[in-house]
């Protein structure tokens, strides 16, 4: 047994840690199984979640992820502010291209996409606000592990890299280059590595214009408009150059 699962606290995280995107809904014995606590203390959990909102019961007897988890989640300072601040340059970023806009910080050797806009002509995608992948697997990902510790980008590297579509660079000697590359570039298209039906234009967000990339600005267009991404580089610094500005007018009036 886990030192998590030895104490309360533990069981609860270990409870709501069976639930994602792949499982919205479980029963109470998918809970136990995938926690892998005794029936008896699953129930006692997920009993007290449910009494605090954490957890909501559906009419077929599934539970599923409460709303009360949302609203504590949604007021995560690192990711409230930087949207607060984003979103006003996301909108005139879609006004200006009708295409998906993303906002993704990362976390560890992850990206978390906080933010997205999405028109209803605009080409589906496979991430939403919250969903996590490897930081080397998308567009976004790869600029902020340009940017991140060398510890990471090692980590990164030397681990395997999944193949999402046929076209990922999964060659770490290739990678590495491509990092170099949004360095000295500031802007990186990112063609078709996390689906075949999407291409990626992706650039960092600074705390300021010289401060500490603290978030990825992407704008994701159908593969076969890919011939538009050329044209979507500066419409896109220029977003990214106004949140920098702004998180850095911010840093300086709270310093």
Not at 196 to 207: K, L
């Given at each position: 047994?886990?030192?998590?699962?030895?104490?309360?606290?533990?069981?609860?995280?270990?409870?709501?840690?069976?639930?994602?995107?792949?499982?919205?809904?479980?029963?109470?014995?998918?809970?136990?199984?995938?926690?892998?606590?005794?029936?008896?203390?699953?129930?006692?959990?997920?009993?007290?979640?449910?009494?605090?909102?954490?957890?909501?019961?559906?009419?077929?007897?599934?539970?599923?992820?409460?709303?009360?988890?949302?609203?504590?989640?949604?007021?995560?300072?690192?990711?409230?502010?930087?949207?607060?601040?984003?979103?006003?340059?996301?909108?005139?970023?879609?006004?200006?291209?009708?295409?998906?806009?993303?906002?993704?910080?990362?976390?560890?050797?992850?990206?978390?996409?906080?933010?997205?806009?999405?028109?209803?002509?605009?080409?589906?995608?496979?991430?939403?606000?919250?969903?996590?992948?490897?930081?080397?697997?998308?567009?976004?990902?790869?600029?902020?592990?340009?940017?991140?510790?060398?510890?990471?980008?090692?980590?990164?590297?030397?681990?395997?890299?999944?193949?999402?579509?046929?076209?990922?660079?999964?060659?770490?000697?290739?990678?590495?280059?491509?990092?170099?590359?949004?360095?000295?570039?500031?802007?990186?298209?990112?063609?078709?590595?996390?689906?075949?039906?999407?291409?990626?234009?992706?650039?960092?967000?600074?705390?300021?214009?010289?401060?500490?990339?603290?978030?990825?600005?992407?704008?994701?267009?159908?593969?076969?408009?890919?011939?538009?991404?050329s044209g979507l580089r500066e419409p896109l610094l220029r977003a990214a150059y106004g949140i920098s500005d702004e998180l850095g007018r911010r840093a300086r009036t709270t310093a």
């Amino acid at each position: 047994m886990s030192t998590t699962r030895s104490t309360a606290a533990g069981k609860v995280l270990e409870v709501l840690s069976t639930f994602d995107r792949e499982r919205r809904s479980q029963t109470l014995s998918e809970i136990a199984q995938r926690a892998g606590l005794a029936l008896s203390t699953t129930h006692r959990v997920v009993t007290e979640l449910a009494g605090w909102g954490a957890l909501e019961r559906g009419e077929d007897g599934s539970w599923y992820v409460g709303l009360r988890l949302w609203e504590i989640a949604s007021g995560c300072p690192r990711s409230q502010i930087l949207r607060d601040v984003a979103l006003p340059f996301m909108q005139d970023l879609y006004e200006a291209t009708h295409e998906n806009i993303q906002l993704a910080v990362r976390e560890g050797t992850e990206l978390v996409f906080v933010e997205r806009i999405a028109g209803h002509r605009s080409v589906e995608l496979v991430t939403m606000v919250g969903s996590r992948f490897p930081v080397g697997s998308t567009g976004m990902g790869r600029v902020l592990l340009a940017y991140a510790p060398r510890e990471v980008q090692e980590e990164v590297l030397e681990s395997p890299l999944r193949a999402w579509t046929p076209y990922t660079v999964t060659d770490p000697r290739t990678l590495r280059a491509q990092l170099d590359r949004i360095r000295r570039e500031q802007v990186f298209v990112s063609d078709r590595q996390l689906s075949e039906s999407t291409v990626a234009v992706a650039a960092p967000v600074r705390i300021g214009r010289t401060g500490p990339v603290s978030a990825a600005l992407g704008i994701v267009i159908a593969a076969r408009g890919a011939n538009r991404a050329s044209g979507l580089r500066e419409p896109l610094l220029r977003a990214a150059y106004g949140i920098s500005d702004e998180l850095g007018r911010r840093a300086r009036t709270t310093a």
